[in-house]
């Protein structure tokens, strides 16, 4: 039987979720059939950020890209936003499934819905005690690093002490290594599965990247690794090259030099940089692209190229103020980079690397291979790419 009609369904599935959430009984909440055709679906579970119990709703676009947003259990306003764009939704719990169904029309009903109120209602005590809850997960990654501080190369390259405690100056450090070695775990089912994984870190510096990528696979993964760090200072290159001697890291290599130069015969299946300076990150997706490699992270550092060049009358609203003019160069200038990839063939997805409280440098831009660079849908990312960067700099590509 069919209750609750029109606003008063979009109500009760507000509180039935917000209040399975509280009394800790939600497995999840399934939006499908979206109004917003960019949308796909929409998935809300709970979760534990810091020392609060919250929703996190995760949504998934028609352009293969995802986002997440952690929402109070105090939050009906936010809850009924996203029930609006979706005309679908699937509750389920420990203490009973419902759904909720919008037609064309706008007529809305809830299927289950009483019954599950009547399980949850606070007079009888029955949410609490009679099904089994579900501790929400965690986001505390602190509680969960891929490296402890315990490993060697760590404790070369002065990140922790000689008993694995990583030191107070490195912490910021320490959370960005393992931030970025999750990232590598998003991605490695797309990457060979079988046979030696080739790696380049491109303006590896001191290179703590390429350490802690090669440890992963070849010590935590078991993978046999070829992996080479290139950087145009010869005095780190030497350090770093020291130091792969003394960990007995055998398939990690660096080489000093300009990595506008440097090529490689073999197949590239991983290119990463971390925190490359300004045009050098250009730089870096430039020799990624033209290696074909099956996956490109790069984490950019300054951005002053477009700064430099930007002439745009349509944004001199914002680019006459110095601190705007910069943070607007800062998020296009990684914009023009993602479609860049696109343009050669990638799925992009620019990802928080860790807090922006411990660094301002913390967006990570990713390129997975997908197509070729003549496919229906590289073609028209480039034209977009050259459309943008001719509105931003006032400039043809064509010169």
């Not at 005309?87 to 169904?101: M, P, V």
Request: hydrophobic residues 35%; negative net charge.
């Amino acid at each position: 039987m069919a209750e609750n009609i029109n606003d008063s369904a979009q109500n009760l599935i507000a509180e039935l979720l917000l209040k399975s959430s509280e009394l800790l009984l939600l497995k999840k909440a399934v939006f499908s059939k979206p109004v917003d055709k960019t949308c796909v679906k929409c998935v809300m579970t709970q979760k534990r950020i810091g020392n609060e119990n919250m929703l996190q709703a995760e949504s998934f676009f028609a352009d293969n890209k995802a986002r997440q947003e952690n929402i109070s259990l105090n939050d009906f306003d936010t809850v009924s936003s996203y029930i609006e764009n979706y005309c679908q939704i699937n509750l389920l719990t420990t203490a009973g499934d419902c759904e909720y169904r919008r037609s064309k029309s706008g007529n809305s009903v809830v299927i289950g819905g009483k019954k599950l109120e009547q399980a949850l209602c606070a007079d009888n005590c029955s949410g609490a005690a009679e099904y089994a809850r579900i501790l929400p997960g965690s986001n505390n990654k602190r509680k969960n690093y891929i490296l402890s501080g315990e490993e060697p190369f760590l404790k070369l390259l002065g990140v922790s002490d000689i008993n694995g405690r990583v030191y107070d100056k490195k912490q910021a450090k320490f959370r960005q290594i393992n931030r970025f070695l999750e990232l590598i775990g998003d991605i490695e089912d797309k990457l060979p599965e079988n046979g030696t994984l080739r790696i380049c870190d491109l303006c590896c510096g001191k290179s703590y990247l390429s350490f802690a990528v090669y440890h992963y696979f070849s010590v935590i993964k078991k993978r046999s690794v070829k992996m080479t760090g290139v950087d145009l200072k010869e005095d780190v290159i030497g350090y770093c090259s020291e130091t792969a001697d003394k960990l007995g890291f055998d398939g990690l290599e660096f080489i000093w030099g300009d990595i506008g130069l440097y090529e490689t015969d073999e197949p590239v299946n991983l290119v990463l940089s971390l925190h490359a300076c300004d045009t050098a990150t250009d730089r870096v997706l430039e020799k990624a692209v033209s290696f074909r490699a099956d996956v490109i992270m790069s984490t950019p550092c300054c951005h002053h190229e477009l700064n430099r060049i930007l002439k745009c009358p349509e944004l001199s609203f914002i680019s006459e103020y110095s601190m705007l003019r910069q943070k607007l160069c800062d998020a296009a200038t990684d914009a023009l980079r993602l479609k860049y990839l696109e343009a050669n063939g990638y799925d992009t997805a620019a990802i928080e690397l860790i807090d922006p409280d411990q660094t301002p440098k913390n967006i990570l831009l990713r390129g997975v291979k997908r197509r070729t660079k003549d496919s229906p849908e590289s073609q028209k990312a480039a034209g977009e790419y050259k459309t943008a960067y001719e509105f931003l700099t006032g400039k043809s590509l064509d010169n």
